[in-house]
């Protein structure tokens, strides 16, 4: 069992910045593809970015490219997902999720999903 914990979240005017943080409890995710989530009020959980358990390749969905950065550190203990630009339809609570040696962009790709943290966007 993978316990996943995002942390970062918070309230940012319109054009700010926020970084997320994903990280899994008394292990690394090594072998692990992880990818973010975001779910606003009223609305299904969609994918937002992942980074490949093997090559770091990344992936986004369409409106977060060229503001939103997937990343992890070297020893691979900690996931980013930086957040620039942000916009009011950014606000949702976001999930980090874990897939054994998996990613993509289908929610059924992840084994493992944190409780999420809640990012508000102000106009």
């Known amino acids: 069992q993978v316990q996943v914990i995002e942390s970062g979240g918070g309230l940012v005017q319109a054009g700010g910045s926020l970084r997320l943080s994903c990280t899994a409890s008394?292990?690394?995710?090594?072998?692990?593809?992880v990818g973010w989530f975001r779910q606003a009020p009223g609305k299904g959980r969609e994918f937002v970015a992942a980074?490949?358990?093997?090559?770091?390749?990344?992936n986004y969905a369409d409106s977060v490219k060229g503001r939103f950065g997937i990343s992890r550190d070297d020893a691979k203990i900690t996931v980013f997902l930086q957040m620039n630009k942000l916009k009011p339809d950014d606000t949702a609570v976001y999930y980090c999720?874990?897939?054994?040696?998996?990613?993509?962009?289908?929610?059924?790709?992840?084994?493992?999903w944190g409780q999420g943290t809640q990012v508000t966007v102000s106009s």
């Open positions: 999720a874990a897939a054994w040696r998996g990613r993509g962009e289908s929610r059924n790709a992840y084994d493992y």
């Open positions: 008394g292990r690394t995710f090594a072998n692990y593809g």
């Open positions: 980074i490949a358990w093997t090559n770091d390749n990344t």
